[in-house]
């Protein structure tokens, strides 16, 4: 079981809608939580941040945590074309110097 | 805040020669910072851990004598692709954390290099 699992995509959601974004993580005593953004041919831009379970919103972003279900999920509302990229989940691993360890991503395609 | 930069943002060069990627924290002190490869339309790969002072820390299968790393101060932290093949043609990006981030990673805009 790979440590952090997403959805490879493609995700295709009309603008407007909402965009869900899912990821499942195998190492129970995780503590912190992240989302990061990859437009193409781009480097990874940090998003979201969660370490308590529940909702954390941030404008249109809204992550979810739930540690018992070693799932965290990621809502985008009101999508929009330039909400159109690859989304990272990523959890801090377990070795010394905390690596964070990136899940293969969500392609997503908000279509205009 | 949390700003990282890379130079150069591109770099072609010829088979055989050396490149130098350097990444600075802006506008923060960054304890750690990462370097990565990344294929087209592949996952992100970790290629080394460094600390400032400290030998870098290299993930399995990256030769360190090929990938040399050096994080000089707290703010600089460079990656020397040594005699360069076109199979190491790749975005090179780094990022980096600090003491206060709760294991966050903030990431630069990295560097695509090509081996011709």
């Known amino acids: 079981q790979k440590e952090v699992e997403q959805n490879s995509g493609p995700l295709s959601v009309p603008e407007g809608a909402i965009a869900s974004l899912n990821c499942t993580y195998s190492d129970r005593v995780s503590q912190s939580f992240f989302w990061y953004r990859q437009y193409s041919g781009k480097s990874p831009e940090l998003i979201m941040s969660?370490?308590?379970?529940g909702d954390k919103e941030d404008g249109r972003f809204t992550a979810q945590l739930n540690k018992a279900s070693q799932y965290v999920s990621l809502l985008i509302r009101d999508s929009q074309p330039s909400d159109s990229a690859t989304y990272l989940c990523?959890?801090?691993?377990?070795?010394?110097?905390?690596?964070?360890?990136f899940g293969a991503g969500t392609i997503l395609r908000v279509k205009s | 805040g949390a700003v990282v930069s890379q130079h150069p943002s591109r770099v072609i060069c010829k088979s055989g020669t050396s490149v130098k990627i350097e990444c600075r924290s802006l506008d923060f002190q960054a304890t750690t910072m990462f370097w990565y490869r990344q294929f087209p339309k592949k996952s992100l790969m970790l290629m080394a851990t460094s600390n400032e002072g400290s030998k870098a820390t290299y993930e399995q299968g990256v030769e360190k004598d090929k990938f040399l790393i050096n994080h000089a101060s707290l703010t600089l932290s460079t990656l020397t692709v040594t005699s360069a093949h076109p199979e190491d043609s790749s975005f090179y990006i780094c990022?980096?954390?600090?003491?206060?981030?709760?294991?966050?990673?903030?990431f630069g805009p990295g560097t695509r290099l090509t081996v011709l």
């Open positions: 990523a959890v801090p691993g377990r070795e010394y110097g905390n690596k964070l360890v």
């Open positions: 990022s980096a954390k600090t003491w206060r981030s709760y294991n966050e990673q903030f």
């Open positions: 969660i370490y308590s379970n």
